[in-house]
């Protein structure tokens, strides 16, 4: 008897099972084995009860695996473990599939195309969300790094495919299997259409090769992510609790002592203080409503400068607000377009703090590298508030400037800013983001 351990079991005589957790976004290493499988004619089970954390750590399994890793096959003759291992594995199962090719050249090609795979295009994408999702320390220079490998993988699997529909030959091999559950990792949690649209052919050919029958039987219908996660906080290991020392029995209370205060009004004096008020809230009321301003900007859909401009101008209170320009100081940084454009909405992200407080545009600005970024902000007070200074370590990566509103050019520049007015400075965007 012969099992696969990740959550997949399929049969065929005799039994293959596969260990591995469940069909979620992440077993895209179990994937390779099922959709093998389908193509060989092969029938692979999940491992019935598998669950990990708990199933990976028994003696029994770390005889298969030694280091507790899924997906793991268990054949007749043996586990498996290595996700690329075990659909070769499968692939081999029955001699009269193509999935290896039909000839030796062909057989070199799959294997080149599967090393490339897993080197240039998985372990960038792993790199790159990882950090992200706190399973190690989060470094933008790291990240920038990462996503630049990967264009410049995807951009030379994008020139390949500009003449193939395959990898190799004119039908599926295995090396397409491989190929498409990475691409499937990268599609379904980082890579959204704004990053996926440099690479048309590799578009093309990953959404042909999820809509075969035998890869949607797999993985279902795919949808492509429209949101890059967030970056999550390292967990910290948990601390070994402390053991108090023992306490000698104290001296019985002279007479004249205070007594003991009772336990409720001891936890009345203990209590924290409340925390202070924001200073903006203490500032004089102002006659502008910024939800009102917000509202008025996302409900504004045509005569934008008649309607959104005028009304934002009617609202404005210079004594309860001000403007600021903000221009990026490291904009030769600024090469990778999709770096670009994660950093600024990493920006917007970690300045959420400040949303009861600010407006703001944020444009990216260029047809080429490097890009420019700058923005627009409209702040409570008459300073940037020094809270998000505090808080938000982006501020410090642009360069402030207050709006004279009594100069023309600088007003007007604040209207285009607003509207997305394009050409920007002489310029195109690349994308405008707002703020509110």
Aim: proline content about 8%; hydrophobic content about 35%.
């Amino acid at each position: 008897m012969s099992r696969f351990c990740s959550d997949l079991k399929h049969q065929l005589p005799p039994l293959f099972s596969l260990s591995s957790h469940g069909a979620g976004k992440s077993n895209k290493n179990a994937y390779k084995t099922l959709i093998a499988a389908e193509y060989a004619g092969v029938l692979v089970e999940f491992a019935p009860n598998f669950e990990m954390g708990v199933s990976n750590k028994t003696p029994e399994f770390l005889k298969m695996n030694p280091i507790g890793k899924i997906p793991v096959l268990e054949t007749p003759d043996g586990p498996i473990f290595e996700s690329n291992a075990i659909a070769r594995y499968v692939t081999r199962l029955k001699g009269d599939n193509t999935l290896y090719g039909s000839s030796l050249i062909d057989y070199a090609h799959i294997e080149q195309w599967i090393d490339f795979s897993s080197l240039e295009i998985d372990a960038n994408l792993i790199k790159w969300y990882s950090p992200r999702m706190g399973r190690a320390p989060y470094l933008p220079p790291a990240e920038e790094t990462a996503i630049a490998a990967l264009k410049r993988a995807l951009g030379a699997l994008n020139t390949y495919l500009a003449s193939n529909t395959y990898l190799v030959g004119h039908s599926v091999t295995l090396a397409d299997i491989i190929m498409t559950c990475n691409l499937y990792f990268g599609f379904t949690n980082l890579l959204v259409k704004s990053f996926t649209s440099e690479f048309p052919h590799v578009e093309r050919y990953f959404w042909t090769l999820v809509n075969q029958p035998n890869f949607r039987k797999i993985l279902g219908q795919v949808k492509q992510t429209e949101a890059i996660p967030p970056v999550q906080s390292a967990k910290k290991p948990s601390q070994p609790k402390e053991s108090k020392p023992k306490v000698k029995d104290e001296p019985k209370k002279e007479a004249n002592q205070e007594p003991e205060k009772p336990k409720e009004e001891a936890e009345e004096e203990e209590a924290p203080k409340p925390k202070p008020k924001n200073p903006l809230d203490l500032l004089p009321p102002s006659k502008m409503i910024l939800d009102e301003w917000k509202r008025l900007y996302s409900n504004t859909k045509t005569n934008f400068r008649e309607v959104a401009i005028k009304g934002f101008w009617d609202m404005y209170d210079p004594e309860g607000y001000s403007l600021w320009f903000c221009d990026y100081k490291y904009n030769d940084e600024n090469t990778v377009s999709f770096v670009t454009l994660n950093k600024v909405g990493g920006f917007l992200q970690r300045m959420d703090l400040a949303r009861k407080y600010a407006f703001g545009k944020m444009l990216v600005i260029g047809s080429e590298p490097p890009f420019k970024v700058k923005g627009l902000w409209l702040f409570r007070g008459q300073e940037v508030p020094q809270f998000v200074i505090d808080e938000c370590y982006d501020m410090e990566l642009y360069e402030w400037t207050k709006v004279d509103i009594s100069d023309e050019a600088q007003k007007e520049r604040v209207n285009q800013m607003i509207e997305d007015f394009e050409p920007f400075e002489g310029e195109p965007l690349l994308d405008a983001k707002c703020f509110k």
